[in-house]
């Protein structure tokens, strides 16, 4: 009786998956694929889809089986797909019940028009014309916040969107560590001064040559992966045996190749949750913070390191003349450059969280009326010369530089600088677990640590929460800030001579 | 009252419309893009979306808003969108309503099945593995044929699912005069003798410039067009501003070129819909049969004619090196070669008709148990001889060379052989409106045959039946085979120098 009532759950849900990964499809399309006068009614289609989905799963039917099944599945094993499966769709489906049908269509047609208005805005450098549209986000934000109990502080409502049973008092607590930990690194870095970036030119054929050697030494494979430009690279897919990432190419630097292992880390999460996890809800990566985790690592931890270049830097050479005069280490300290910047996408290692702590505060303000909004360009600036020592010239690259506001998503942007600190983290664990990587990454071999992030994490897929999914990975279900800090110090004493250890 | 009930109607189907655009992108992307491990999710997704759409389209609602609305659409003027929805969705409904779910369902799954099997047994010439598939697809296309009333032939349930309204007894008037005056050409001209083909030799990336240049003059855009290569081209698309054409390369001659521009003649089709029938089951060309009509003019009526290559033969011969010494007129015979040849995708104009005439009393003679099918091979060899004169080798060239029997499709060869005849039906009316339309091809203008077709064909859509639609177009709703063997005898006098006038 009960096993046919989750069969039937079962059956539903999997229905929903179809539809999510449809969603994916639509969307990876619209942004890779679809010629521009497809927009228009590809919109129509990915709002039919997306309410079909969405009112599937919030129907009574599913809510009565979930009551039906809530005690049986707390007989089974808490391991099992079943009391998974019944747990986090529970959550899932209470969450999705608060919000109205109409304030929730409502938020989406108010972030699809907003993004236009943003847009331009930012091309124009033209806050007062997106004032209007935040106003109506903020406010639209704030019903939603209100179709909540909320316990504590009502940022705390946003955030568990992003990163589930994550509080505000937590990720202030974390950002109150960096603040005092790592915005000294960047100053005294900059005291140093030295590494200036050099002028560069890279084919776009070389860097497409280039960037699939590259993953394809990470796990990249035709048969279950795609690698293709677009605009603003994302990694999405289908299911776990059809990946898609996106990335694009400059002409004078590889921030396209940083960006496309950052986006290969995203995949690779996807692609190694354990297939009998499929159709569900459970099938995919945890949280947003783990998920950058994994692209932070990829990226950072293994694409920004001495033994990956150690590896891959004749063959660079080869393909690009910039860099024929080069030595490996001179390279290294290239990648590596630490210099407070204007734009959080192009920042470096040691000055990205700080943009983060930036915004979390102005978003917790905007909430909480402690700023109007006719003041956010002033307070941006202000905080930018507080943490990273630079005047912002204009609002393009200022409070208008982000998507996230225009599309009414507030209380994601944490999530960007707890994935940097869970990477590490978990890194500490891996280097712990296996003491040859460095070695194995300068031969080329990153089967390694695929396979122990595969074990440890991947297969998890979305089982447990962020937390106990922490918990199995390193240990705690704790995000700790000190790893993330010691790396940063540990890599910036080298390449610049700083202090090993804090004054 | 009735206002409110039609705008519930249009919103339901524009629903049901979303989602077959959306079936069509999980198409499109499984044959151009996907990667192959992505095979088996993505049929678990294109069975719940198709699942979906079939479900809210049987609905008792629209059923009974369609009979609510009937005699309201009955007083609005027959040619207005609200009459011809009502009136379309109507007959699409009530024949949607006769089949049982779980029948669909089996025929689904059995086609799905017996795929792989044909595949396997065409390459391994291999009918015996291919029969029991073979009969099981045939046994349920028998059951659902006793879901309908068969008046007359039970041929003509299914045939009505390809090209609605057309009778059994109607396409065997048409291919007996066929049988009687196009098989004849082809042996006048086999008794000529003449025009061998050639060794040729093309690069890939200049038939892929190519190609795209023609496209281009006929009236393909970046903004609302694709073109990419496939192992089985097709067109497909998610909307009157989103059409998506696929093509492949041969490395010795320019099949693909003509396969492009046979593509593109769907496209146009779908692409010169009028937009106001949008999200509407009319935003399509209005039966298979019509829209071979204009995929083969473009293949063959244009882009096999001299006015097109005295356009574009100079530029072949800038790309194609193997063609510099030929001059436009030869080529121009090389294009049109007759040769009864064994595989219908790659024959003539000459014998294509004939391919499909053995194909359509097979299928006659499996429905009506008047042939069994573990004869199909030698009634098929026999008939081949009788028709083309060519003794078949082995089944693989003979009756395993289609995919259709394995995905269960019988009565849908037909409309293949009618749309030859409609093209030329509907050409002659063309030639006698634009004067000069020759001259304009040999400008590399198209743009005038495209304007006609979108005003007097496309727009329509599938607002009425494909027999009002001709009437529209040419003036009578009758197929007619005379204009086509009209043609065909023209040009083959010209090329072979057969009697302009049958004996």
New interface residues.
Partial sequence: MSQAKFDDLRGRL??IA??G??MA??GW?QHV??????A???A??M???GR?AHTKFTSAEIGSLLDDLRSWGEQQDYDSFEASLIRVTARDWEKSRQVPADLRAEMSRSAALANQVWIDARANNDFKTFLPVLRKNLDLRKRYIDCFDVKDEPYDIVLDDYERDMTTKEVRRIFDYLKEHQAPLVKEVAARGGNDSKPRDFGFEEQKAFELEVVKAFGFT?????LDPTVHPFASG??????RITTRYFPDHLGGLFGTMHEFGHGLYERQVDPSL??SPLARGVSLGMHESQSRMWENLVGRARPFWRHFFPRLQELFPTVAGEDVESWYREVNRVEPSLIRVESDEATYNLHIILRFELEQAMLNDEVSLEQLPEEWNSRMFDYLGIEVPNDTEGVLQDVHWSGGSIGYFPTYALGNLISAQIWEKIVADLPDLDASFEQGDFAPLRDWLGEHLHHLGRKYTPGETLERVVGTSQIDPEPYVRYLRSKLADIYGIATTAA
Same sequence: chains 1, 2.
């Avoid at 694929?33 to 497809?38: A, D, L, T, V, Y």
């Avoid at 035709?222 to 795609?226: G, K, S, T, V």
Wanted: glycine fraction near 6%; aromatic fraction near 2%.
């Fill in positions: 999997a229905e179809d539809l990964k449809t499809l639509l399309d694929m679809m010629p521009r006068k497809g228009s009614i590809r129509e289609q709002a039919t889809v079909i035709d048969d279950a992966w795609r289908t299911g776990v045996t059809d990946i499929e159709r």
